[in-house]
Nanobody, 125 residues
């Protein structure tokens, strides 16, 4: 069982930055791929970024590539999403997720077994 707790959301102006953190419980964090997803009102949950467990390979959705960076600290059991150049369309609830497919960086929500409670990100214009 893995428990995930996100933090770092908030209100920011267009072009600003936010840093989301997700802390995981458990002793096998290294073997989990970690991902960030988001869901805006009235829309489906969508993939944002992922990082594999064993070699920290990353993948990004096209709409955040070049602006967001995902990283992980396997000592602190944490995954970070650094978000720069934020746009109003980035407004959503952001969720951290853990997948047992640690050697990959999966992009499908169905591949993730554990989810955090979500943190709100609001970008004002």
């Amino acid at each position: 069982q893995v428990q995930l707790v996100e933090s770092g959301g908030g209100l920011v102006q267009v072009g600003g930055s936010l840093r989301l953190s997700c802390t995981a419980s458990g002793r096998t964090f290294l073997y989990y791929a970690m991902g960030w997803f988001r869901q805006a009102p009235g829309k489906e949950r969508e993939f944002v970024a992922a990082i594999s467990g064993t070699n920290s390979q990353t993948s990004y959705s096209t709409f955040v590539a070049g602006r967001f960076t995902i990283s992980r600290d396997n000592v602190k059991n944490a995954v970070i999403l650094q978000m720069n150049s934020l746009k109003p369309e980035d407004t959503a609830v952001y969720y951290c997720a853990a997948s047992p497919h640690g050697g990959h960086n999966p992009t499908l929500a169905s591949e993730y077994y554990y989810w955090g409670q979500g943190t709100q990100v609001t970008v004002s214009s």
